[in-house]
């Protein structure tokens, strides 16, 4: 295994080939009246803690918790840290066993059921090396290396050209560097842009892809509290999967894994998150952030809602599709409580002041240098101008996206690739790949909800009406002097685009074809495609150009405060701190864990009703389980979707937990991090220890976990 | 016992002697634009559902419930029904058991204690009936009858005479209606202003005195959760007293008591509430409660804050004194948490609007009468003035009041009764009742907390100064060119106040002895107190004349809507009603009932810490529990403070549970009745025999209480 040590930097707040006016001492006074410490400054910033392995807070960890790691400390978390579609996950036992999420080894547990037995609702246990079952595309990535390639990246991109042509150009550098890597080593090789840009790294991971289901328990254990609980505490979830990687089919023995702590973590004791947020918008400006509260949000919102509403309506009209349903239901009702409460920090006045301040001093900083000025100053208004404009088209773009119908989106696939088709190869605008996705997607015969589409169809066309007018270029093709109802009748009830033999057929009789039908469906969308393209293209642009002036924002932010804060979320590898702690609740107290005994006073509380049922098997072990365990607990550790399946450990890197959530009252830190009631919710290390003992029978299992 | 039954009107929606504009067909019509059924008005008019005896909603409790109780339910349940000081309570065995709140049995249960038993701490249980404690000074109401005496209350006042003469005669007349009644029945009497003055009620009482006491639990466990867990929920209290009322050394044998449910209520199903509701401000305009929110609640609020402030100051200096100050910080606390409730419904838009509409639409229905117009379309406009003045004149009146200060108070006592004894007895301002009264405190050797008051009347100049200004009478006379701490120290420090004997000498010395000494707390007293009286009688005045503007507001509404909507609370006998249901709490639900589980995970949860620490007999007993037994559940049934200790009866009035709090979210309904998320939170009938047979080995009484 290749040594990343001389690559990665741990000396923290390192300005690497950025501008930067000074040492962290400026930043500290610009941040402030008064001179404020790297803790304070930390905090007041709002930015979080989500921390690059290549630049460490040394400092700031020592103050905050009388803590300094060496290097040795940091490499192994790193190297003990896993990644995986759209989880993460940690390496657990010197015999390559992996601690995930339940719900991030879903695929995998779904997978190896059959027939006869569902795994995710009676769990698995697999009891011998030789009875794990091959979870088919699960990876695991671990992160070797960190290389700052900045300015290779930004040298591909002379000065004085559009936004377009400098996002294409460092695109194509960023594709080339990642070749040349995989090339060279043989790893998974990434370009990430931090800080919107400000930073270019090169991410190498290792990927192990042969990967087995050890132990999953039942999904009503996994899941206790289904959407309703979800994203609240207190919680009550064994929300763990085991997985072991392989090598050569023996399995892997890495170098460095978490070892498991007698105890857990106690109130107050400090912690530590090394997993992959997803995304964050902290580093956002002003109007970027009202882009999204006042076009994006409450439209995605709505949205949401007309979906919810017509699977409502279907269930009411024939109560035995509700299974059909239900699963999506559940989902957007997620998806509903996420976005409403990213929504509700934006709406909060007091986060928006917050931003609004945040912005006016990083502003005047800039206008007070006048090299910054020159360079930057600009930066602010350009993206208040682009988000302007983007608030404006949002709702043409979102209604004429077609999104959420199958026959729409059928019939554009027709539309663009009969007409791509007809052009020579050099002269597509679609690449290959999407080509030859569009003609996947044609010959698909997976089957289309027609009555779910005409319903849905309806109310995005009295929508649009509302919204746009009825004499919109979209309104007025769609509703063809009908009403909405009438119309959506007509395009999904008579088009013949659910049929895939159908579909084949007319692509194969090209633009003429095309251009003959009368099919309602083919006809909307060829009617709107060449403005629905214009505005995509223009979008595009936009998009293009506000990335090159966050750029530009991202430059001067280091240029004021260094790179001691932390890039927003992208994904990749993150360190995050934080504090066992109990937070106000409701006018008293949320306690920093639960126990076994609340999961069971939770399903009484309801009458055991769904989704408040226990696991037949922990019922069935009530009286020989310890139930003061503790089950579920808190940290003020800073994370985000991705997260999910991040161990939580202790200052000697053991196991103390497992991120599987966080509270409602973190919803809002995706713009602005703040930790008076915001929590990441973890399963407690003990919790796991007595379920697999006492509850699973899988006391080997435990003994892995514990090294005995 | 005399049978109330032909004085009580069982016919709901009866006006009594009130001008009435019509059937409740009209009031439906005003309410809203389309015609409303009784329960929609009820829900819509936010008055709440605390109804009184004599007027019990027949027609709403059968089209929300489906039942119609008989007039022998409402007696037996008005007969089964008590009264004690300041709380509610209730009889629940042949033999004359009580039963209340551990938190309304505290007097009792401190009185009974003895050097060697800290009944408080370690709980009581008598075992037989020749070892229940006498309660001294503790006694039980029971409400034999109601009479409506507003005609003879309202013709003791002629027309055309000032606020202040009116209040006046009809305290008067209520004084001799209630004598002449004590003396005809042998009963206690008491006339009650209901609807603000609207309507006069003489209620008459049977007083039982001999009360002993039976079974108390712990402190522990009928406060698990303490101060922070006060007017929350989910909730583990076992807030539970039982008394026995005794007649000639002898059990009471009560014609009426509630016998116990089985099993409790199920979610969903209608409970129903018997007891005395405080207070409640439902039917105060718009511009009392802005008096409430902009004046009184705020500066509440600031005093309590600065008394715990100083009491936080008086334990850092010297920690072995917390035990003194420990109760008075947590009352504190709990009244904070109380009034920022109620202040947090005043300054909730949402609230003050549906206020706003309410009053509206009853000012434009008697604007469009001319008769209603004339007797009371002045009156909003009236009460406006008064409270406008009332505000002005508020922080004045609470800097001048001295409370909170023994030794100005006892300055001012002196002070003022010096110069009433000096007048010849007809022509004394203050009536021989007061003078008693000041003349026992002026004698009590009550110990002053000197550094108290000093460091709290240096907060206080200093926070009146900045109110009032530093050129105000009260500031300059206070202050006397000092600053705050020089004049807190100099008036508490030098006074001789504190010396009852010292006191003694100076009254009997009369005017001149008072006018000649030159202690710093009788100077500042008689200095102020003619302009202080001056500021008492304005506001005494302001009062009254809002007194008669209520009733006049209170007839205007009974001329609207008839008398269909329940008075405000009276700390009288209400009846009142709702469902067994969960809410909507932080992202998830809240269940409708908690469990013993619940609270072994609480007190885990904070690793026994206090206040979540478990009482040891239930430690003890934790193996033979039965974890699943339900311990509190919620239901929309209507209170306030003065619940405590109703019981909770079901449609058989049988009892499912025992009112001991409401949860935060209820604090606003004392404005403005809503049950989406607000609550009334009860100790659940079958945690008390859980708890008496298991961990109190009271079986003796569960089985008196379940009728074996």
């Known amino acids: 295994m290749r040594s990343p040590r001389g690559v990665i930097l741990l000396a923290a707040l390192v300005a690497v080939g950025r501008p930067v006016a000074g040492p962290p001492e400026l930043s500290a006074q610009v941040a402030g009246e008064q001179e404020l410490s790297g803790v304070e400054i930390v905090q007041e910033a709002g930015l979080g803690k989500m921390w690059t392995f290549d630049r460490l807070p040394l400092d700031y960890l020592e103050e905050r918790y009388d803590f300094r790691p060496d290097p040795e400390w940091f490499d192994h978390v790193r190297l003990a840290s896993l990644r995986t579609g759209g989880c993460s996950a940690s390496f657990v036992s010197p015999s ?93 090789c990434q370009v990430v842009s931090l800080y919107h840009g400000g930073i270019y790294s090169l991410y190498k991971y290792r990927r192990y892809d042969d990967v087995r289901l050890v132990f999953a328990p039942e999904g009503q254990a996994a899941f206790f509290g289904g959407d309703p609980d979800n994203f609240t505490y207190p919680r009550h979830d064994l929300d763990v999967t085991f997985l072991r990687a392989y090598e050569n089919d023996e399995p892997l023995r890495p170098d460095h894994y978490f070892t498991w702590s007698e105890a857990g973590a106690a109130e107050g004791e400090p912690v530590f998150v090394t997993g992959n947020p997803g995304s964050t918008g902290r580093l956002l400006t002003v109007s970027q952030l009202e882009y999204l509260r006042d076009a994006s949000y409450p439209l995605r919102i709505q949205q949401y809602h007309e979906r919810v509403a017509v699977m409502g309506e279907l269930i009411d009209e024939d109560p035995s599709r509700e299974p059909d ?60 101008r682009i988000n302007e ?67 849905l169809l309806e109310l995005r066309l009295t929508a649009a009406r509302e919204a746009l007018g009825p004499d919109h270029v979209l309104v007025r093709a769609a509703l063809a002097g009908d009403d909405p109802e009438a119309a959506a009748a007509r395009i999904i009830g008579d088009t013949r685009v659910g049929d895939p033999e159908w579909r084949q057929a007319l692509l194969e009789g090209g633009v003429a074809a095309v251009n003959a039908t009368d099919d309602p469906a083919v006809v909307l969308a060829g009617t709107v495609d060449a403005w629905v393209r214009g505005l995509e293209e223009k979008v595009t642009e936009l998009r293009a150009e506000e990335g090159a002036n966050e750029e530009r924002v991202a430059e001067a932010t280091f240029a004021v405060y260094g790179t001691m804060l932390p890039p927003d979320a992208t994904f990749t590898l993150r360190l995050s701190d934080g504090l066992v702690a109990r937070y106000p609740l409701n006018g008293t107290f949320a306690p920093y864990k639960t126990t076994i005994y609340g999961l069971f006073d939770r399903a009484e509380s309801f009458d055991h009703k769904d989704p408040w049922k226990v696991a037949p098997k922990w019922t069935a072990a009530k009286d020989e389980l310890d139930m003061s365990t503790p089950l579920n607990f808190v940290s003020t550790a800073d994370i985000i979707g991705g997260n999910s399946g991040s161990p939580v450990i202790n200052r000697d890197a053991e196991i103390v937990g497992l991120v599987f959530d966080g509270n409602m009252e973190m919803l809002p830190n995706r713009f602005l991090y703040r930790d008076e009631v915001a929590r990441c919710v973890s399963v407690h290390s003990m919790a796991i220890i007595e379920a697999l003992r006492t509850v699973y029978g899988a006391g080997a299992l435990a003994d892995e976990l514990q090294g005995r």
């Open 96 to 188: 390559g066993l992996v601690m995930t999420n339940h719900h991030c080894a879903r695929g995998c547990i779904t997978a190896v059921s059959a027939d006869t037995h569902d795994y995710m609702v009676e769990g698995y246990y697999a009891g011998s090396r030789g009875a794990e079952a091959h979870c088919p595309n699960m990876y695991l990535d671990q992160l070797l290396e960190i290389e700052d390639v900045t300015e290779r990246i930004d040298a591909a991109a002379p000065a004085g050209i559009s936004g377009e042509e400098e996002t294409r150009l460092k695109g194509e550098a960023m594709d080339r560097l990642e070749e040349e890597c995989s090339e060279e080593s043989g790893l998974r």
């Open 325 to 384: 349903y239900r699963n999506m239901i559940f989902g957007l009702e997620n998806a509903i409580k996420a976005v409403s409460g990213y929504l509700r920090g934006l709406v909060d006045p007091t986060l928006m002041e917050e931003k609004h301040e945040w912005e006016a001093t990083l502003r005047a900083a800039v206008r007070e240098d006048r090299r910054l000025r020159e360079r930057y100053g600009g930066a602010w208004q350009e993206i208040a």
């Open 389 to 455: 404009k983007l608030t404006r088209l949002h709702e043409e773009l979102v209604y004429s996206s077609f999104a959420h119908f199958q026959t729409l989106s059928r019939a554009r696939d027709i539309v663009r690739l009969a007409s791509e088709l007809a052009k020579p190869e050099g002269e597509r605008s679609m690449s290959e790949r999407t080509i030859e996705a569009a003609k996947r997607r044609i010959a698909s015969d997976r089957e289309i909800d027609r009555e779910y589409e005409r319903m």
